[in-house]
C-alpha cells in the first residue's frame, strides 16, 4: 500500500478531526501518501481530493466539526456512483481509504471495498448508536455538553419551581438520553428503547414529588422520541404546574472535543492505518470491554445494539 485517502461522512461529530490527524500523521510516519477527500463520498465522486502533509492537521486536534467537511451522497447509493468513486481512487493511486462515520457510511465503505479499495471504518457518530463498539467519536463531548446545558436549565427550573423537559439529540437511540438522565439527575428519563408512551405515569409522578416538596421535575426527552413541545403542554394541561421544553439541537454536535474523544480518537485513527498497512481491508476499529478491537463490517453492521438493562435499571432506582 503506497497511498491512502481519509474521508467523514455522515453527520459531524466533535473528535472527527483527533482521528484524521492520527490518521494522516501515521501514515505519514509509515512512508505512506495521504489524501483528504472533502465531503464524504459526494467529493469522492466529484473528485474532491486534496494532498495531506504534517501541517495540514496542525492547529486542528482541539476544534469540533471536520476539516474534511461531510456530506450525504445518493449517487453513491447507486452500482455507478461506487464505480466512479473507485475510479477516483485509481486515479489518485489511492488504494486503501478510511471512512469515519455512522453504520450508513460503513455500508459505503463495503461497497468501495467491493470495487477493489481497501477500506477500513472508524465510528463516529455522537449516537454511540453503533452495535460492535462500546465508544463512539464524540459520544463523550455530545453528554457532556448537554449535561452542562441541562445543569443551567435545572437552576431556573427549581427557581421558578417549573418543571422541564429536555430534548436531547441521538436518532433512534436513547444513549445521550440515559446517560444525561443519570449525570443530571433527571426524575424522568424516557428512551426510544423502553418508552411505553404512558404520559399519565410520568404526570402522576410530578404530581407526587410536588407532594414531597420538590422544587422542580426534570424529564429527559430522546430525540427518537420527540413531541417534547406537545408533551410539556399536555403535561402543565393535567398538573397545572409550569411546564417548559427545551430542545438542545445541534450545539450537541459541536464544540472543542473532551480529552477522551481525543483520545480515543487518535488511536482508533493510528489503528485504522495499522490495519491498511497489514494488508486488511472491509474492517471497522471498535473499542470493545475496555480494548481496541477490529470486527469485519459485514458481522458488525449485522450486529444489534440495545441499551444496557443494569443502567437501565439503576436510572430507573435513582430517579424515583
Ligand atoms: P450518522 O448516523 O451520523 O448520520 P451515517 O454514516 O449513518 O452517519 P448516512 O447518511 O446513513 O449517515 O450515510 C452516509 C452516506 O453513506 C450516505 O449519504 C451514502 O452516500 C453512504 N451510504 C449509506 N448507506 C449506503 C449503502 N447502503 N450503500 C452505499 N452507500 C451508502
Known amino acids: ?14 473528535g472527527m478531526n483527533a482521528a484524521i490527524r492520527a490518521v494522516v500523521r501515521t501514515a505519514l510516519n509509515k512512508g505512506l501518501k495521504v489524501k483528504g477527500i472533502q465531503k464524504g463520498y459526494n467529493g469522492l465522486i466529484n473528485d474532491e481530493v486534496i494532498d495531506m502533509d504534517k501541517k495540514s492537521v496542525s492547529d486542528i486536534i482541539q476544534r469540533g466539526g471536520t476539516i474534511l467537511y461531510t456530506a450525504r451522497c445518493l449517487e453513491f447509493m447507486t452500482a455507478d456512483g461506487q464505480k466512479k468513486a473507485a475510479e477516483v481512487c485509481k486515479k489518485h493511486g489511492i488504494d486503501g481509504i478510511v471512512v469515519i462515520g ?17 477500506t477500513i471504518g472508524l465510528p463516529g457518530t455522537i449516537d454511540l448508536d453503533i452495535a460492535c463498539t462500546d465508544y463512539t467519536i464524540g459520544f463523550d463531548t455530545a453528554v457532556n455538553t448537554a449535561m452542562e446545558a441541562i445543569d443551567k436549565i435545572r437552576d431556573t427550573s427549581t427557581s421558578h419551581e417549573r418543571c422541564s423537559i429536555i430534548e436531547v439529540m441521538g436518532r433512534n437511540a436513547g444513549y445521550i438520553a440515559l446517560w444525561c438522565g443519570i449525570a443530571n439527575g433527571a426524575e424522568d428519563i424516557l428512551l426510544p428503547e423502553r418508552y411505553d408512551n404512558d404520559e399519565q405515569a410520568i404526570i402522576n409522578h410530578i404530581i407526587e ?3 414531597k416538596g420538590k422544587k422542580h421535575h426534570l424529564i429527559i426527552n430522546a430525540e427518537g422520541i420527540g413531541h417534547s413541545t406537545g408533551m410539556a403542554r399536555r403535561i402543565e394541561a393535567a398538573t397545572g404546574i409550569e411546564t417548559r421544553a427545551t430542545i438542545l439541537g445541534y450545539m450537541q454536535r459541536g464544540g472543542s472535543p473532551t480529552c477522551k474523544d481525543r483520545m480515543y480518537a487518535s488511536v482508533m485513527g493510528s489503528y485504522a492505518v495499522d490495519l491498511l498497512v497489514e494488508g486488511k481491508s472491509n474492517r471497522l476499529v471498535a473499542y470493545k470491554n475496555g480494548k481496541f478491537v477490529d470486527f469485519d463490517i459485514d458481522e458488525a453492521l449485522a450486529m444489534k445494539k440495545d441499551i444496557n438493562e443494569y443502567e437501565f435499571n439503576i436510572s430507573a432506582l435513582l430517579s424515583k
Not at 1 to 14: E, F, N, R, Y
Open 102 to 118: 455512522g453504520d450508513g457510511s460503513f455500508r459505503g465503505a463495503q461497497k468501495l471495498a467491493e470495487n477493489g479499495v481497501n
Open 209 to 211: 414529588g410536588r407532594k
Open 1 to 14: 500500500i503506497k497511498t491512502i485517502g481519509v474521508l467523514t461522512s455522515g453527520g459531524d461529530a466533535p
